[in-house]
């Protein structure tokens, strides 16, 4: 399975900022990389324009979030539905400022996690531990309640999600997980999948997010483990996102 590296615009970027963006990305990135699967997920309002700006491209279009309903009264919400139509292929889903800010909780991740499926949507499943967490040793047991919680339902069609593990500690902040630490959870969820799936889970990618950039983008992917990156910040720049994605090229 090829790498997966995301790039999360958050709350950032214009219609016009985006496809500006999309006009300098896409002449960094003019030749395929083998091996290496690229996404991009802008805000809403922007989807349809970068959707079509990537037209005849190999750049995946991704949305960071989605409600699990099809359709009705549930004002400000997106559903999967209008998101193919886009075609858009990814959809993250859990991201930390979604269980933090916005109190997203496992049960509503689970529900749309089902619905993305249902719809040939792609999810990227987030999950990680607070520093609080981190510090009483819950880190591998909060991240296993989060999978458990997020797949319940498809544990055997495990192959049709990527999990990316973002510890909160290191989302946005510039303290990256030091490459083992990294390595430990993604190891541990490895075998998580390969358990609960009964050995479906060769599809799935466990991408690593959190203050990755240009910089410390090689040292983490050479981990067996970490299969492609999330990443916000640095991806706002198109030299820096591309930078990070030729880090993944022969490890
Ligand atoms: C993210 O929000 O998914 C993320 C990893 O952000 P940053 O790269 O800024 O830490």
Known sequence: ????????????????????????????YKEY????????????????AVGLAL???????GAQNMYFEEKG???????????KELNVEYVILGHSERRHIFGEKDEIVNKKVLSTIKHGLRPIICVGETLEERE????????????????SGIEREVYLVD????????????????????????KFIREL??????????NTR??????????NARELIKEKDIEGFLVGTASLYPEKFYKIITECLEV
């Open 193 to 202: 999948l390969n358990s609960v799936s009964r050995g479906n889970d060769k």
């Open 136 to 151: 009483l040793g819950k880190t591998l047991s909060v991240v296993e309640r989060q999978i458990r919680a997020a797949i």
């Open 55 to 61: 037209n005849n491209t190999t750049i995946k279009l």
């Open 73 to 83: 009264a549930f004002t400000g919400e997106v559903s999967p539905v209008m998101l």
């Open 1 to 28: 399975m090829a790498y997966l590296v995301a790039a999360n615009w958050k709350m950032n970027k214009t219609n016009a900022e985006s496809l500006e963006y999309v006009n300098i990305f896409k002449e960094l």
């Open 33 to 48: 990389l083998p091996n290496i699967e690229v996404m991009i997920a802008p805000s809403f309002t922007a989807l349809e």
């Open 206 to 215: 466990i991408i690593y997010g959190g203050s990755v950039n240009e910089k």
């Open 163 to 186: 999990i990316a593990y973002e510890p909160v500690w290191a989302i946005g902040t510039g303290v990256n997980a030091t490459p083992e630490q990294a390595q430990e959870v993604h």
